[in-house]
């Protein structure tokens, strides 16, 4: 059985930095491409990022390229999501998918559409 277990997130000043992590089990990592959404109160599920299964490559939405770096460990079946220069606007649960590959739209990062398999969600705020 697939499961996904997001952690991570919290409360953080802005210009501050978290990492979320995202724990897989039931399947084996390294085959799957790994994505992380969120959503906003009253707004639209959100891609962030994705990262492939094959050769690392990396995708971001525009709204947190140069912040976030997605990556992962096969080793322990967990992928990350790294938050940097945090702003309030990234207030949202966030969460973590899986699919065979990445598929993006440019500049919006993945398309939820396409991952079949989710995690719970980690709240995540940037609040002074």
């Known amino acids: 059985q697939v499961q996904l277990v997001e952690s991570g997130g919290g409360l953080v000043l802005p210009g501050g930095s978290l990492r979320l992590s995202c724990a897989a089990s039931?399947?084996?990592?390294?085959?799957?491409?790994m994505a992380w959404f969120r959503q906003a109160p009253g707004k639209e599920r959100e891609g962030v990022s994705c990262?492939?299964?094959?050769?690392?490559?990396?995708f971001y939405a525009d709204s947190v390229k140069g912040r976030f770096t997605i990556s992962r460990d096969d080793a322990k079946n967990t992928v990350y999501l790294q938050m940097s220069s945090l702003k309030a606007e990234d207030t949202a649960v966030y969460y973590c998918?899986?699919?065979?590959?990445?598929?993006?739209?440019?500049?919006?990062?993945?398309?939820?559409?396409?991952?079949?398999?989710w995690g719970q969600g980690t709240q995540v705020t940037v609040s002074s």
């Open positions: 990262i492939s299964s094959d050769d690392g490559s990396t």
């Open positions: 039931g399947f084996t990592l390294d085959y799957y491409a």
């Open positions: 998918a899986t699919d065979r590959r990445c598929t993006v739209e440019p500049g919006r990062g993945p398309v939820g559409a396409y991952f079949k398999s």
